[in-house]
Nanobody, 118 residues
Framework: QVQLVESGGGLVQAGGSLTLSCKAT????????MGWYRQAPGKQRELVAT???????NYASSVTDRFTISRHNAKNTVDLQMNSLNAEDTAVYYC????????????WGQGTQVTVAS
């Protein structure tokens, strides 16, 4: 059974930093894309950043130059280093693993709360 376990959320002052971590277990994640999404109260879930197994990254324009996503293929982990946090970054952050080629799948973590105090 596939599980995505997130850690690292919490409360931080504006301008501060946090690192989120996600470990995927119970499956073969080769060829997958791993990433982070977030959902603020009253808003739709949105992409934050993704990274392919080959290391190609993609970021939402709102986090470019502040957030860095990294992946360790052998450990099936993906981290999100978040710097210069502001109140607009407050949200529940979800880890995501998906594969668009057969065998296709999409898995989500349970979410971790990030709160930025201004």
């Amino acid at each position: 059974q596939v599980q995505l376990v997130e850690s690292g959320g919490g409360l931080v002052q504006a301008g501060g930093s946090l690192t989120l971590s996600c470990k995927a277990t119970g499956g073969d994640f080769s060829g997958s894309m791993m990433g982070w999404y977030r959902q603020a109260p009253g808003k739709q879930r949105e992409l934050v950043a993704t990274v392919t197994s080959g290391g190609n990254t993609n970021y939402a324009s709102s986090v470019t130059d502040r957030f860095t996503i990294s992946r360790h293929n052998a450990k099936n982990t993906v981290d999100l280093q978040m710097n210069s946090l502001n109140a607009e970054d407050t949200a529940v952050y979800y880890c995501n693993v998906r594969r668009v080629l057969a065998p296709r799948y999409t898995y989500w973590g349970q979410g971790t709360q990030v709160t930025v105090a201004s």
